[in-house]
């Protein structure tokens, strides 16, 4: 790699032909199951099992497009894979439609925590918006208090199966709405009862991060962090609100990072890139982008590069240097792990273990942690993938 502060940067990529063929459960012989990950992009709402949905609908009288749960796993998929954001959130008004009450919230909490530790996460950061869970009356710090007490309850299942695992809150706002200020000041009484982040989260192209700037300038005093979605439904100069505006230390995908990036040159495995300077102050400053390769694909986050998972830029990222994490957004949309991600990257860019396993330890080290636990996570990684 060359020098930060050169404008141009050379890297090698693997050739796409010829690459050996990978089960989706192994790499290099080891079941990608087994290997400690962190997750730090996963919407609660996105991670509903597709049973839980069909049992709790049927209960509360809420109209189903299927008969039975695997067809509705499968109306899920269908939907959610059409190219289209907004499409692909309208499938959120069924599973937010039976997380109306502190049970049903408590129970699909609980099991998000034990399908995280079932695919070998060890660490996650699950986001989702308390203002879409009071239809039934619920306030907002009881919303907050039922989703806490399920991860608390999962955590203590796998604990029980030799797991360990600890899972911490996100709270999203919604950028159509006008309740940022409300969630920013709901965040900040959780912080130290399992709230470590706020996110601005929803349509975002038409919704700048400025529009949020009361909210955002309090946690901003209050020195508490911001991950906002960014750069998946819109590019550049949303990348920069959430930056400069939001104060953000990650990016919620961030996958439009790749426009300012121009491929001036390729010869043979050689690629030649030149860095725009908001690319490079994200590279350069180890923000992390929280990527989600098949929920792109899905939602058209990476047109402008192709309809394949080879088309993504994740490795062009990956190569330059940039702070890369794998991440599902939601499961249940997407119909994947943690697991099945970074089987599909590893084969489609001949990744191995040792990629694996940077990718778990930038997630690490980018979790809003204090420093002595984020150690402490890496070690565990570091073992696990040893081991």
């Not at 906002?228 to 439009?256: K, N, P, T, Y």
Request: aromatic fraction near 6%.
């Amino acid at each position: 790699m060359t020098p930060h502060q050169r404008k141009e940067n050379r890297m090698s990529r693997p050739p796409r032909s010829h690459r050996p063929s990978r089960s989706e459960a192994q790499i290099e012989g080891v079941p990608v199951r087994s290997l400690p990950k962190v997750s730090l992009h996963d919407h609660l709402d996105g991670g509903v099992r597709a049973a839980t949905v069909f049992e709790l609908a049927n209960e509360a009288g809420i109209e189903l497009p299927t008969s039975d749960a695997r067809s509705l796993c499968e109306w899920f998929a269908d939907q959610a894979d059409s190219g289209s954001l907004v499409d692909y959130i309208k499938t959120f008004d069924l599973t937010i439609a039976v997380m109306q009450t502190a049970e049903n919230l408590t129970r699909i909490a609980r099991e998000f925590v034990e399908d995280l530790a079932n695919d070998g996460v060890i660490y996650a950061e699950v986001r989702w918006a308390p203002e879409q869970h009071q239809a039934q009356g619920l306030t907002l710090d009881e919303a907050v208090q039922a989703v806490q007490d399920g991860l608390e309850e999962g955590e203590d299942a796998a604990d029980e199966n030799g797991h360990a695992i600890h899972v911490a809150q996100i709270l999203s706002a919604m950028r159509q709405a006008d309740r940022s200020l409300e969630i920013a000041e709901l965040a900040l009484r959780f912080r130290d009862d399992g709230v470590v982040a706020f996110d601005l989260a929803g349509p975002e192209d038409g919704f700048p991060a400025s529009r949020h700037q009361p909210a955002l300038d309090l946690l901003a005093r209050e020195f508490f962090p911001v991950t906002l979605h960014a750069g998946e439904a819109a590019g550049l100069d949303s990348i920069r609100g959430a930056l400069l505006d939001g104060r953000a230390l990650r990016l919620g995908h961030g996958v439009r990072i790749a426009e300012d990036l121009e491929v001036i040159e390729t010869e043979g495995d050689e690629v030649r890139v030149r860095f725009g300077d908001l690319a490079r102050w994200v590279r350069d400053r180890e923000i992390a982008l929280e990527l989600s390769p098949s929920s792109n694909l899905g939602t058209g986050a990476i047109e402008a590069w192709g309809d394949s998972l080879e088309d993504h830029p994740f490795d062009l990222l990956y190569q330059l240097g940039f702070c890369v994490t794998v991440n599902t957004d939601n499961r249940l949309m997407s119909r994947t792990t943690i697991t099945r991600e970074l089987s599909l990257l590893a084969e489609a860019f001949d990744y191995d273990l040792e990629d694996v396993e940077q990718f778990q330890l930038n997630a690490a080290a980018a979790t809003f942690l204090p420093i002595e636990q984020r150690e402490e996570l890496i070690d565990l990684i570091t073992e696990g993938f040893d081991r």
